[in-house]
C-alpha cells in the first residue's frame, strides 16, 4: 500500500517523519506539494501527523495510475464549486436563513433528501430567474485546483461527470465552461419569468447520482479499479459507494468516515497527486 501526503507548507522533514511512523521502503516527492511513501504500514499516527501539520493524506493501492482511469464524477455545490447555489438564490429570496438551516441539515443526513430540497424550493416560489444568473455571474466560483482536474482528465482521455443535487441552469455552463461530457441535475420549473417553487420532472438524489455513475461506467467498460468519484455531502454516499476510489472533499465527518480519503486542505487538483 502507498501513502499519499500533500498540503501547501509540506516539508521533505514531515515526509521522512511520516515514512518513520509508518515503517515506508522508500519516499518519492511529487511536484512540490506531495510525497509518496511506497509501502507504508497503517498507523493511527498518520491521521493525528498529518492533522496537527494541516496535511491531507491518502492510502492508495499499488498500481493505481491516472492513465487507467475512465471515469471520474463530482457533485457540484461545495465540491465543484465553492457554494450551495441553492443557498445563495435564498439571501437573494431573503429566505437565506430558513434554506441554509435546511441545507446543513440535509447535508448531515439529518433530513430525507428529496422532502429537503422540495421544502428549500419552496421558498424560492416569486423568486426571478434573472437571479440564476446574478448567482452564477457574481458569487459562483470554481474551487481551487478545479480547472487543473479537469484538464488533466480531459488530456488523459478521462470521462467526466458533474451529477448534482442542484440545478441544471448551473450544471450545464459549468459543463460548457469546463468541458465535462456529462451532466445530471435537478430542472427548477419557471412560470411567467419567475421560479414557480417547484421541480420539473425526475428529481436528483443520492440514488439517482449512484445510478447515473453506475450506468456511465457499465457504458464506458470501466471496471470499478477505473474510476473515481468525489462529493461532500450526505447525498452523495451512494455515489461514492458505487466507485472504485471514493474522495471525500471538505466534507463533514459523516462521508469522510465512508470514504478512501478526505482533501480538508488541498484543492482538487490533489486528486491527481493519487494517482501519478
Same mark, same amino acid.
Given at each position: ?11 521533505s522533514a ?11 521502503? &522508500?519516499?518519492?516527492?511529487?511536484g ?35 492513465a487507467?482511469?475512465? *471515469? ?18 435564498? $439571501? ?21 433528501? +428529496?422532502?429537503? *430540497? %422540495?421544502?428549500?424550493v419552496?421558498? *424560492? ?5 434573472? $437571479?440564476l444568473?446574478?448567482?452564477?455571474r457574481?458569487?459562483? %466560483?470554481? &474551487? +481551487? ?5 479537469? &484538464?488533466?482528465?480531459?488530456r ?63 457504458a464506458?467498460?470501466? &471496471?470499478? $479499479? ?8 450526505? /447525498? ?15 466534507? /463533514? +465527518? ?8 478526505a ?14
Amino acid at each position: 500500500m502507498n501513502l499519499v501526503v500533500q498540503g501547501a507548507a509540506i516539508t521533505s522533514a514531515d515526509a521522512a517523519e511520516i515514512a518513520r511512523i509508518t515503517g515506508a521502503r &522508500s519516499t518519492e516527492q511529487l511536484g512540490a506539494r506531495a510525497y509518496r511513501l511506497r509501502g507504508a504500514a497503517r498507523s493511527d499516527g498518520v491521521a493525528l501527523w498529518c492533522g496537527t501539520h494541516s496535511l491531507d493524506f491518502a492510502w492508495v493501492p499499488e498500481g493505481r495510475r491516472f492513465a487507467d482511469l475512465r *471515469l471520474l464524477a463530482m457533485d457540484m455545490d461545495s465540491t465543484l464549486i465553492g457554494i450551495e447555489c441553492i443557498d445563495e438564490l435564498g $439571501a437573494i429570496a431573503g429566505r437565506g436563513h430558513e434554506i441554509a438551516a435546511i441545507t446543513a441539515s440535509a447535508m448531515r443526513g439529518e433530513l430525507d433528501y +428529496p422532502e429537503s *430540497l %422540495r421544502r428549500r424550493v419552496g421558498l *424560492l416560489a416569486g423568486l426571478g430567474e434573472d $437571479a440564476l444568473e446574478r448567482v452564477y455571474r457574481e458569487r459562483l %466560483r470554481l &474551487s +481551487p485546483g478545479a480547472e487543473r482536474l479537469v &484538464s488533466r482528465c480531459r488530456r488523459q482521455g478521462v470521462r467526466l461527470l458533474l451529477v448534482s443535487g442542484g440545478f441544471s441552469f448551473f450544471t450545464e455552463r459549468l459543463r460548457q465552461r469546463l468541458g465535462f461530457d456529462y451532466t445530471l441535475s435537478n430542472e427548477l420549473e419557471i412560470e411567467g419569468g419567475k421560479l414557480s417553487g417547484r421541480l420539473a420532472g425526475e428529481l436528483v438524489d443520492g440514488e439517482v447520482k449512484a445510478r447515473a455513475f453506475r450506468e456511465k461506467a457499465v457504458a464506458l467498460g470501466a &471496471s470499478a $479499479a477505473q474510476t473515481v468519484a468525489i462529493g461532500d455531502g450526505a /447525498n452523495d454516499l451512494p455515489m461514492l459507494a458505487q466507485a472504485g476510489y471514493s474522495i471525500a472533499y471538505r466534507a /463533514n +465527518p459523516a462521508v469522510r468516515a465512508r470514504t478512501n480519503c478526505a482533501i480538508d486542505h488541498c484543492g482538487l487538483d490533489a486528486v491527481i497527486n493519487l494517482f501519478e
